[in-house]
């Protein structure tokens, strides 16, 4: 026998047609009849299988479901996942600068003295007063405490001429700086602005919390150009040189240190000229 004969008859063998008989199992009478041949049997079977198998791969494609296939991808190149990570570090960056904030406004609440001399009704009641502690002359001049500034790098806040120096004697805590109009004023540490505020004797002033419980004061500002809570860079501007509040004689600024609650010289450690 050839193979065209051999092939002739596997074709006519399945284009024969077959019939399928239902019959009630009782009285053996029939429910149903069908005419089915192996080729349109083939062609049924196949096309089903066909058709779960789209439905299978179109299930697993479309739908989470793919995550859990072991080998599918990287979890931290899913668009959802960064997107999360990236919230995380957001929030843990905010708090780290809460936190911050809240331990700046602690040492300063700590360091404020009750015995103040100034009258109540000349300042806000949100702004911040940094009032030197009751101590010896010894006190005043810097120790073995203060050491430790010596190794931090602090950025000058603007350039000018020194019109008054650190005379703790007079309660004058920091240097007045004299500097052109517009001048900005910029920032000597990365820091939280934990005040920045306005008051009749000041004018327009800002307090930063910096590392290593440092406390940058800028006092006498035309124009702040930061506000309570946020982040600052080194070297930033953070406000523009002015004249406001009662205590001042002129466009300067007033700039003042604290340390661990005490204030220090900032002329020991930054150079305005």
Do not use: C
Not at 71 to 97: M, Q, R, T
Not at 239 to 266: C, R
């Amino acid at each position: 026998m050839d193979d065209t004969t051999h092939k002739k008859k596997f074709w006519d063998r399945i284009r024969d047609t077959y019939r399928i008989i239902i019959l009630d199992d009782e009285n053996l009478e029939e429910v149903g009849s069908y005419n089915l041949s192996l080729l349109s049997f083939y062609v049924m079977l196949s096309v089903s299988a066909l058709t779960i198998s789209l439905l299978v791969i179109s299930f697993i494609f479309f739908t989470p479901v793919k995550r859990l296939i072991p080998g599918y991808g990287d979890i931290s190149e899913n668009k959802k996942f960064i997107e999360l990570a990236k919230k995380v570090d957001l929030l843990e960056s905010e708090v780290s600068a809460y936190q911050v904030y809240i331990g700046g406004l602690q040492k300063i609440l700590t360091a404020t003295s009750d015995g103040s001399d100034k009258d109540p009704k000349d300042q806000p009641s949100t702004t911040l007063v940094l009032t030197p502690e009751l101590v010896d002359k010894a006190d005043v001049k810097e120790t073995s405490r203060t050491k430790e500034l010596n190794f931090l790098k602090f950025a000058s806040p603007l350039y000018g001429k020194v019109s008054a120096g650190f005379q703790p004697d007079i309660q004058h805590y920091g240097v007045d700086i004299l500097a052109p109009k517009d001048t900005p004023v910029k920032a000597i540490m990365d820091g939280i602005v934990i005040s920045a505020d306005q008051s009749v004797s000041t004018g327009n002033s800002l307090y930063i919390q910096h590392n290593k419980n440092v406390v940058s004061v800028y006092k006498h500002n035309s124009v702040l150009l930061v506000k309570t809570g946020d982040f600052v860079k080194t070297g930033q501007a953070i406000a523009i040189i002015g004249n406001t509040g009662e205590q001042s004689t002129g466009p300067h600024l007033h700039f003042e240190m604290w340390y661990d609650g005490k204030y220090v010289n900032p002329q020991n450690y930054i150079t305005f000229q």
